[in-house]
């Protein structure tokens, strides 16, 4: 009998034990994946087995014909020349198109970005103003009156009137 380790939190399992899930509690999502994945293979594998099939065929058809198989050679490099000349055009477009990218991004939207940063900074500067020239001196008028309003509830003049309001209502 081999040795096992057990660990805490984690059921052991034996022989007894290990049962495969019935069908009925695996989820439906996880059984639809896994035809569809399933359905993805079988076709990769039939497709491959088509490819590998057509290539064997045409190396025979072409050993067995070398008049045919010089003329299909002329027709592939020509069409790779041809194909060349696309991609080095469309590579000309997409650098030409590159250049008037940057050409953009330097004079247009650079000066777009300066200016919201001038606004921005003009506006942080027009807050701290408000800020020391309004907000601090109405603060510390509203602390002084309120300072004053509550040394002035402790006097014990003004406590008087204050009782004898109460005890007259």
Known sequence: MAETALCYNV??????TTERISPELESPQHSERGER????VVAAAI???LIITGLVFAVISMVNNPNQTEIIRDIVIIFMAVESLLIGLVLI???TQLARLTAMLQNEI??????TNEALNTLRGTTAFLSNNLVDPVVKANSVIT???RAIEL???FRLDKRSQRKKE
């Open 93 to 95: 477009i997409l650098i």
């Open 110 to 115: 650079k000066p777009i970005l300066d200016s």
């Open 11 to 16: 059921p052991s399992m034996s022989e007894e």
């Open 47 to 49: 497709l491959l087995v």
């Open 147 to 149: 300072a004053l309003r």
């Open 37 to 40: 994945s399933r359905a993805w």
């Open 155 to 157: 006097l014990p003049i």
